[in-house]
């Protein structure tokens, strides 16, 4: 199959558009996508910094070349690339490494972050997590250090790697839960609210299978292990509910998170939510304390024993 804009091999078929792409023109059509998206999401200007949250893996990875390509260091823009590590042995020391490179190859700063200044390393914490899933913690406390290490830096905005399929998943999800509150607080955010960096995803258009095709032909390092604690159940059934509405109807995805984002704007001021404080660990709350405070209590309880 050749490519329809040259004479090239195809590398792939785009199926909700029908069209041949080879490598090289596929990347420019991915690249065109999250500059658009980019310039929708956000504002910069000269001297503004951005973090990037990188684990490693495909989406993190792809998103991290393709900030540092469009906000290279000629432009005024400081990236900050930041990773956590969650403590998870034969796991994340070899993705760490990958995104380190990176960043050294491309002048970007790196901060690390990891679950051991809190004193509960998943692999101490997992077997000790009870009726909270290793997920659920691990959720939690990451959120926890990458939103302290965004604050300390004092970025304007903070990027994450969701791509299409995730947020398709999300808002399926929260749809058919009822909870239309965290469907609202789906990124990208337009509102700044205290202790919250807002964040911003520059790949939400960008199909999973996509990123992946896009990471192999540019010949970029990415890390695939699988978590040994990964039990999303929840996400994996809506994934699958997704995946068939869109072998059925080619687009679906797309359709998903255009229907959302016309909503967007109405459920923003349905439910602007409540008006959150600082935890005394910097965390914004509606309670008194927050959740990571509260969980990170349990655990070490239990880390300590009865
Ligand atoms: Fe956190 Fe797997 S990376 S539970
Ligand atoms: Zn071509
Ligand atoms: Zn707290």
Known sequence: MKCDLCQREAVTLIRYNGSHLCSEHFQR??????????????????????????????D?????????????????????????DEGIAGYRPPSVDIVRDFCGSRGIAFHLRSFKELGVEMDTIAPLSGENSPCTCCGVFRRRLMNDEARRLDVKLLATGHNLDDMSQSIMMNFTRGDIERLARLGPHTRVQPGLIPRFLPLRTIPEREILLYAMVSGLRFWDGECPYSQEALRNQYRSIVDDLETRSPGAKFSILSSYDTLRPMLYREYSGAALHLCECGEPTVGGRCRSCELLE???GRIRGP
């Not at 792809?62 to 930041?82: C, Q, R, T, W, Y």
């Open 29 to 58: 059509y991915v690249e065109r996508r999250v500059k658009k998206e980019i310039r929708k999401q956000i504002d910069l200007s000269r001297g503004d910094r951005i973090g990037i949250a990188v684990s490693g893996g495909k």
């Open 60 to 84: 993190s990875m792809v998103m991290l070349k393709l900030l540092s390509d469009i906000f290279g260091p000629n432009n005024g823009i400081e990236l900050h690339a930041i990773t956590i």
């Open 298 to 300: 349990q655990m070490r």
